[in-house]
C-alpha cells in the first residue's frame, strides 16, 4: 500500500506543478482595465443642491430655473435627485455664450 500512495503524491505533485498561478501579465491587464474604466468628468454625478452651489443660487431657484425650462430637471437615483457633470458644464457654457 506505501508504493500506491508514493505513485499518487508524485502524480498529485506532477499535476500541481503543470498548474501555474496566474502570470504578472494576466493580472496587469486586468489592472489596466480597471484603470481605463474610471469615470471621467463628464460622467460624475453631482446631486440637485451640488449643482444649485455651483451656480450659487438657493434651492428654491433653483426649482424655479427647472420649472423656467432653464435648467433640465434632474434624474432620480432612490429618493434622491442627481445630476449629470456635463449638465452643470453645458448650463455654465450656455450662461458664458449669452455673456459674450
Known amino acids: 500500500m506505501s508504493g500506491s500512495s508514493s505513485t499518487t503524491k508524485s502524480v ?7 498548474i501555474s498561478p496566474a502570470s504578472p501579465k494576466t493580472k496587469q491587464k486586468k489592472k489596466m482595465s480597471i484603470q481605463s474604466s474610471a ?13 444649485a ?6 434651492k428654491r431657484q433653483f ?5 423656467e425650462k432653464e435648467v433640465p430637471r434632474p434624474a432620480k ?15 455654465l ?5 449669452a455673456r459674450s
Do not use: H, M, W
Not at 498529485?12 to 503543470?18: G, N, Y
Not at 452651489?53 to 438657493?58: D, G, P, T
Not at 437615483?77 to 448650463?91: H, N, V
Open 12 to 18: 498529485v505533485a506532477v499535476a500541481l506543478s503543470s
Open 39 to 51: 469615470p471621467d468628468s463628464s460622467r460624475k454625478i453631482i446631486t440637485l443642491l451640488e449643482f
Open 53 to 58: 452651489n455651483a451656480i450659487r443660487v438657493s
Open 63 to 67: 426649482y424655479r430655473l427647472i420649472d
Open 77 to 91: 437615483i432612490g429618493k434622491t435627485s442627481c445630476y449629470c457633470q456635463k449638465d452643470l458644464d453645458a448650463y
Open 93 to 97: 457654457a450656455k450662461i458664458e455664450a
